[in-house]
């Protein structure tokens, strides 16, 4: 069994609500494992900790929260020899679905008592690493308000969602996609190393984490009839055979946007610019899974 880190971020989802270190207590401890539990602290800590943790020498470090944890470990651990592992405890686990984490907690333990060893590409949006998605536009600007709206969940966000898309106008936007240019309006622009934003809401289903590619997802507008199509696409998989959507598979980018446009990476939101660079790294991370 691999020397394993739990990083815990105490404030993800059910986590508040479970004794989480006294459940891997049970499952790690009864094999007699050698591991440790640290928590953090504040936002950013998770990075520090899990670079901390392959400097002690674990070969896994798991991240036991939602996307945002995941995506805070994978960046501590790039570089380093250790590999990312997830209990997802988090409000869409879009990473932990892709790569079929099982989403109970005793099932997550026991996967990762006995792990395979794999890699993953990362991609990167303007020096900001994302493992899972990253995007510019309606997302964007749906994880800002989500961020602000005091409660996390399914519920929250549908309802984030609708109130939002009565008020979001798309930027026009020239976009070089490994040297294929567009000139057109963005409503939703996003980048996709995995194949779903989380929920099983598949943005990009034929996203592969090992193809060296990035999936690129392009919606210039938004009308009732073709949110409609969108919606139901995502959640059966098959956006991309309702034409409802424009893709390009590329492993770099850019992105000018005639007005101050929002982007995210795993759902975090991180701000508003008008130029963008994306690039894929090839099998950047190792993954326990």
């Known amino acids: 069994m691999p020397k394993t880190c739990f990083i815990l971020n105490p404030a993800a989802g059910p986590s508040r609500r479970l004794d989480l270190p006294g459940l891997i207590a049970r499952h790690f401890g009864a094999l007699e494992a050698d591991y440790e539990i640290r928590l953090t602290q504040f936002a950013g800590h998770a990075v520090e900790l899990a670079r901390q943790a392959a400097a002690d020498g674990f070969r896994v470090v798991v991240a036991v929260g939602g996307d945002g944890t995941v995506n805070e470990v994978g960046r501590g651990l790039l570089g380093t020899d250790a590999a990312l592992g997830i209990v997802p405890q988090g409000s869409g686990n879009g990473l932990a679905r892709h790569l079929h984490v099982p989403l109970a907690l005793p099932a997550a333990l026991r996967r990762l008592a006995r792990p395979s060893f794999s890699r993953m590409d990362v991609g990167v949006l303007n020096g900001h690493p994302f493992f899972c998605t990253a995007g510019l536009g309606f997302d964007a600007h749906v994880s800002r308000h989500f961020a602000e709206a005091g409660s996390r969940g399914v519920s929250t966000y549908l309802r984030v969602t609708l109130r939002e898309y009565r008020r979001y106008r798309p930027v026009a936007v020239r976009a070089d996609l490994n040297g294929q240019v567009l000139e057109t309006d963005c409503y939703v622009l996003a980048f996709a190393n995995a194949s779903q934003y989380g929920n099983n809401a598949y943005i990009a289903p034929r996203a592969d984490l090992r193809d060296g590619l990035l999936d690129v997802c ?4 938004l009308p009732l009839g073709r949110a409609l199509r969108v919606s139901l696409g995502m959640a059966l998989g098959n956006l ?19 007005a101050p446009l929002g982007f995210h990476v795993d759902g975090d939101y991180l701000g508003d610019a008008t130029e963008f660079a994306v690039e894929l790294l090839p099998l950047a991370l190792a993954v326990a899974v």
Do not use: K, N, W
Not at 218 to 221: E, G, S, T, V
Not at 250 to 257: E, F, I, K, Q, Y
């Open 218 to 221: 392009l919606i210039d507008a």
């Open 240 to 258: 991309p055979q309702t034409r409802a959507a424009e893709y390009f598979q590329v492993p770099r980018g850019s992105v000018v946007a005639r």
